[in-house]
């Protein structure tokens, strides 16, 4: 009797060292096929490890949007560009084509989103009594396309055409959101494939490949900084929330 609970309990655990190996060859086969994305390549981070990062889940997505364009291209992804006053500006996502330059910013929000080009802040509405204000991310951004071009401009870029696009997730509502869209396109997730086909298609070209390369070159030394870069242009954003 005992012998045959002995075998039953060798075959139960055999069963479940062979199910744990067959679950970590999958693992490591899915790290693998991760390693030659584009996305692990200019980020550095695998899939899972930007789950929990406020913000990450949607610039990752927005990052596969960018990466499908049948154009060909560039892109940086987090670029911390250094400002005049020692401080840096964080570019969400830059996507470099034939037409231009497209310099997206991500908005992981949900609820009701009401804003205006005019106001300096925008506010997200869950109810009558939840209302969170946030700061115009237009201007936000025109200031992203205002470092960049000037980065561009000392490393002697003459035709500098930059487009700027607010991206919210998908699970919000743009209720209202005016804006000029000959200075700036906002638009959910789900129109960005199609905004930037249409923007693409009815543009000139002005960048050779090599072009788009060069300036590839030239804004991809500002990403993947450091943890203390990061860290320090948290504190930045911090200090001039409280001085305002």
């Known amino acids: 009797m005992w012998i045959y609970v002995i075998i039953i309990l060798l ?10 190996q067959l679950s970590k060859i ?40 960018l990466d499908q364009n049948q154009h060909y291209h560039k892109i940086i992804a987090n670029c911390y560009l250094p400002t005049n006053n020692n401080h840096s500006s964080e570019i969400d996502l830059i996507f470099i084509t034939t037409t231009g330059i497209y310099v997206l910013e991500a908005k992981d929000y949900h609820g009701y989103i009401y804003g205006n080009e005019q106001y300096p802040t925008w506010t997200q509405v869950f109810s009558k009594t939840k209302k969170y204000p946030f700061y115009n991310p237009i201007w936000q951004n025109k200031k992203h396309v205002s470092v960049l071009h000037e980065i561009l401009s000392q490393n002697e870029i003459k035709h500098i055409q930059a487009y700027s696009y607010i991206v919210f997730s998908n699970h919000c509502i743009l209720k209202k959101a005016s804006h000029n869209k000959n200075e700036c396109t906002v638009m959910q997730l789900k129109d960005l494939s199609t905004c930037l086909n249409i923007s693409i298609l009815n543009s000139p ?37 409280n001085s305002n």
């Open 26 to 65: 999958k693992y490591l086969k899915k790290k693998e096929e991760e390693l030659n994305t584009n996305y692990y390549k200019e980020t550095n981070t695998y899939k899972e490890n930007v789950v929990n990062n406020s913000g990450a889940p949607l610039e990752y997505f927005i990052f596969q949007t």
């Open 205 to 241: 070209e002005i960048y050779t490949q090599d072009e788009i390369n060069s300036i590839y070159q030239i804004l991809k030394k500002y990403s993947c900084v450091s943890q203390n870069k990061k860290q320090s242009h948290i504190n930045q954003i911090k200090h001039e929330k």
């Open 11 to 20: 075959c139960v655990c055999y069963i479940f060292k062979k199910e744990a």
